[in-house]
């Protein structure tokens, strides 16, 4: 019943090979079914050559509608773009079209059926009551029907109750006292009476709202894992065996397995000696940490090489601005990475293209090169390795490199749901930001880490009932842009209660969503994008499984309107604020003492988290623990297919020790 967004938030220039494109004719792919307004449909036409076309709505007596796309810059062959069956919020009506793709003068049609609006919601407007821990939620549902509410707790979503709601304004009330530590948002979800369901609306919870306080718990000092060398053999048994069960020699796998390391000669005697554990605070983590080949002298000051730390400008800089090495693939065909040299071998991975850097490991003499990235996989790919750091081979003619000039960079960090832009060798500025979210229907939410370069500015686009501003391509299906909002209907008022408060945590379905509202500095997307012939790179942080958020110094100033104001903020100023107030500095030492301890966390200027919101992430990203379960149990699903299909020796091809379940190495 429950619909999520999707994934792919607009545009997918997916161009084939340059043969078989140039001279193609215009044309346009039938929709398999009718589109009903409000809901993503995926549409695909085909153009001769590179260039720009508009895409329209006619009646079938050839009468202009609307306008479906404008300016759209395409490549030659197959494009593919997401349509909502609206134009700036307004729908057609129920009836027969022709959809038209235009360019260079020449056109095309296809006819399509749109269909009654899809159900929505909208207006949501959440008020709490902190006396009695109530959350009252009023909304405006577009059509009659069965209203889901559930509710986040971490990762888990769980069902509280369904009822029937009219269309028109409606209003429920959630009783927030039973809500756990865990709990992030209440979630509603319209089903109409065909059984079509809109977009699951997000309301963002959290406990000090209400008044309510848990008992923060202590993290315990844990020893990280340490690096683990190839082996020369995988022995496999059920997860739940008794230790020494022998790997069965068929059969069923169950659902998930444990993969545990033995030299082949020593398979039946005493296990050897492991390595001493490295202190957590010796831990280095880097892009590549949990790759079986270690970093050589060739990584420094790559990214791969770069240990993750925000604080080093010098060495950010350096590694933001070093040479890009990537591989040329002209169509989706030539983007696998192979788990052998060779175009026979077994997929495990794949790659965006010209704008997604790779680690060379080894340059062989046979036209192969073993490499190392995060593979691009989206929902469509039928290799599910989400976001894994994998290891194989690619034709090595096909791998270039250049140089990286451009005057803006930036690093997205996942770990602390920020994006810091660094210009000459300093950081700049820093935003919130809302990376991807994955659920066990949509694992592939999660957003890739690894390196790129912007590829196209794609502008605004529409996801379902959402329109989400200001897009920047620089991977398949991830995009940067300004977080998204609803438009209320028959009018121009912009929503952004279901988008706005999950800025600085994971929501989004892939993409990287950018604060609207200015910093204490005046940089937000639009800025971005008013910059973007001048942007250059942009890095992704992988949060692995031990990294940790430091706390800031105490000695570190805030600063808070000491004449009513609500926030406390990063600088002596801020857009929130009237540019005549004065500020009242204060340190961090005192931010939960006191008057301090009732400011709320600015959305503008960012500032430092509380030490308890800053335990909570540590804690879920302790080493030896597993901060994203849903994510794992995908990834181990995968392993169970790759062993059914090719046998437990196709692991050897990638290292993927380390995205077990229990974290550990």
Known sequence: MRKLLCFLLMLMLLPIAPAMAEGMPLSIDTPAEAIRPGKAYLLSFYVPAEGECDLILRDVKGNYVMDVVTGLYVSPGQNLMWWNGTSEGVAPAEDAYH??????????????????????????????????????????????????????????????????????VNQIVWDASAMTEDTTALTLTLTDETGFSSNEEHVSVKAEDFGIVFATPVPTETPAPTATPVPTEYVLTPVDAPEGTPAPESGDWGDAIDIDHHDAEEANTEPAATATPVPAEKVVYTPSYGSAYPLTEADAGTYWGTPMDITDEEAVWAMLTAPFTYYDATYKGQRKIYAEPSTESRTIGVITGTSQGVR????????????????STFHD????????????????????????????????????????IFSEGKLLTTLLISTGLSNEKQPYNETRSGEFLFSSPTGGFWSDNMFAPLGMKFNDGDLLHEVPYVQRSNSNTRIYTTTEPFLGQRASHGCIRVQRKKNADGYNMQWIWDNY???GRIVVWEDWQGRQVEYPAADTVLYYNANGGSYYHKEDHCESAKSSIVFTPFTYAELDTGVYAELEFCPYCAPALRRAEIDEINLAHAPGGDHDPILTAARQKWLNKVVKEHGFDALKECELRYYQGDGAE
């Open 99 to 168: 959809l038209v793709v235009i360019m260079d003068g020449q056109e095309a049609f296809c006819t399509v059926v749109i269909g009654s609006p899809a159900p929505y919601l909208t207006g949501i407007a959440p008020v709490k009551d902190v006396e009695n821990k109530t959350l009252t939620v009023e909304f405006f549902a577009s059509v009659s029907g069965l209203l889901t509410v559930g509710v986040w707790n971490g990762n888990v979503w769980t069902l509280q109750e369904n009822r029937q709601v009219n269309a028109g």
């Open 360 to 375: 060379v490991i080894e340059v062989l003499d046979n036209g192969w090169t073993l490499i190392e990235t995060y593979s």
């Open 381 to 420: 790919n039928s290799v599910e390795a989400w976001n894994m750091l994998v290891q194989g081979y690619v034709e090595t003619r096909r791998l270039k490199t250049k140089q990286v000039d451009k005057k803006y960079h930036m690093v997205v960090d996942k770990l602390t749901q920020r994006l810091y």
């Open 533 to 535: 012939k001048n942007m």
